[in-house]
């Protein structure tokens, strides 16, 4: 049976870490009233996810004359970079994401899938089998904002080698434009 967990106006919906640069896990986290979620993602799911909303939202912006009130860009007075909450009880693993908007209600669509070899339904489809699904409807600046704190958490990451731009880790590594030395 098919968990379908619904978060339509959350409070907050934000992408954070645990954990140290190199060994860091992701989460998606979304919080409605008193009911929190949190979902384990990959880092490049987030980054994604992060150009993904941006680009849609700049589509809808640009074909629509602005109809639906979308902001160009991210308000800075809102920005959450407050850490995830706590407990994080992950519910499942993402495998496969989906993002929509919904004309009507003026919101972005976003659908974490567990990962499984389950077929995936279509977005918003509330069909009894399938993998289970996180949906949240977000606005437009919560979607801006989440875009934005989605593209400073990838990028706060390991460091580059100067030499390969492979990540360095904490205890450096074998670098193979260094012919093999520890960098």
């Keep these: 049976m098919r968990r379908i967990i619904s978060h339509l106006e959350p409070d907050r919906f934000v992408s954070g870490t645990i954990g140290q640069p190199g060994e860091r896990i992701f989460f998606l986290q979304v919080k409605s009233g008193e009911s929190l979620t949190s979902v384990i993602v990959e880092k490049s799911q987030v980054a994604i996810l992060s150009e993904r909303i941006d680009t849609l939202l700049n589509q ?16 800075i007075d809102q920005l959450d970079l407050q850490p995830l909450e706590s407990p994080i009880s992950e519910e499942f693993r ?25 077929t995936v339904p279509e977005i918003s489809s509330d069909e009894t089998e399938g993998p289970d699904v996180l949906r949240i409807h977000i606005t437009a600046m919560q979607g801006r904002i989440f875009a934005e704190r989605g593209r400073r958490l ?8 100067p030499f390969c731009q492979e990540p360095l880790g904490q205890q450096g590594h074998i670098c193979a434009r260094a012919n093999g030395y520890k960098r």
């Design 60 to 75: 809808i912006l640009n074909e629509n004359d602005n109809d639906s009130n979308i902001p160009n860009k991210f308000d």
């Design 154 to 161: 990838v990028s706060a990451g390991r460091q580059a080698c």
């Design 94 to 118: 993402v495998g496969v994401m989906s993002l929509g908007w919904s004309m009507p209600k003026k919101k972005l669509i976003i659908e974490a899938h567990a990962d499984t070899t389950d």
